[in-house]
T-cell receptor
Framework: AQSVTQLGSHVSVSEGALVLLRCNYS??????LFWYVQYPNQGLQLLLK??????LVKGINGFEAEFKKSETSFHLTKPSAHMSDAAEYFC???????????FGTGTKLQVIP | GAGVSQTPSNKVTEKGKYVELRCDPI?????LYWYRQSLGQGPEFLIY????????DSGLPNDRFFAVRPEGSVSTLKIQRTERGDSAVYLC?????????????FGSGTRLTVV
């Protein structure tokens, strides 16, 4: 079975502060891991993905995530939050034997001016 | 097309009615996925197609839900005898193939409201 757990359904940060959104995964085989972003009334957009190459993955809009096998984590970070980063973020996993992606419950990011 | 297109964007229907939701994937993408997203939740897998065949329909909640992709491109999700609990945003996604670490490209979704 495969699953992801996102800690914190809501996260608030000040503009310019570090963004840290947490994700832990469960997979019986080496996984592919993804972060998606969803802006209000829009579909999901792929931010970045880990596919067993470099453990530190850089994505769009200045976001990056680090795959840590020992911690089964794939936390999303951005050094300095912008107002435009306010959205909902979903972590997702795909394991070798599964052809579908399983999503977490999401974390809503609020950026305070 | 340039992206994944879903129609209609909004659908309001009465309880007990039949609805069809359409998805037009990116040209050349062989894998197509349907997800359902309820308020405050992450996308929940329903079914996926590799080509014309349903490779995994384990997420369909019951036999009122059915999906087809007869020519390996456009897909239709069909819901019979709709119930208020079916109200959600139905998302469609496509990817070049189902193997490997390909991310999905999502459509904007169809918001279904059953009254």
């Amino acid at each position: 079975a495969q699953s992801v757990t996102q800690l914190g359904s809501h996260v608030s940060v000040s503009e310019g502060a570090l963004v840290l959104l947490r994700c832990n995964y469960s997979s019986s085989v080496p996984p592919y891991l993804f972060w998606y972003v969803q802006y209000p009334n829009q579909g999901l957009q792929l931010l970045l993905k880990y596919t067993s190459a470099a453990t530190l993955v850089k994505g769009i809009n200045g976001f990056e995530a680090e795959f840590k096998k020992s911690e089964t984590s794939f936390h999303l970070t951005k050094p300095s939050a912008h107002m435009s980063d306010a959205a909902e973020y979903f972590c997702a996993v795909k394991s070798g034997g599964y052809q579908k992606v399983t999503f977490g419950t999401g974390t809503k990011l609020q950026v305070i001016p | 097309g340039a992206g994944v297109s879903q129609t209609p964007s909004n659908k309001v229907t009465e309880k007990g009615k039949y609805v069809e939701l359409r998805c037009d994937p990116i040209s050349g993408h062989t894998a197509l996925y349907w997800y359902r997203q309820s308020l405050g939740q992450g996308p929940e897998f329903l079914i996926y197609f590799q080509g014309t065949g349903a490779a995994d329909d384990s997420g369909l909640p019951n036999d009122r839900f059915f999906a087809v992709r007869p020519e390996g491109s456009v897909s239709t999700l069909k819901i019979q005898r709709t119930e208020r609990g079916d109200s959600a945003v139905y998302l469609c996604a496509s990817s070049p193939q189902d193997q490997g670490g390909h991310g999905y490209t999502f459509g904007s979704g169809t918001r279904l409201t059953v009254v």
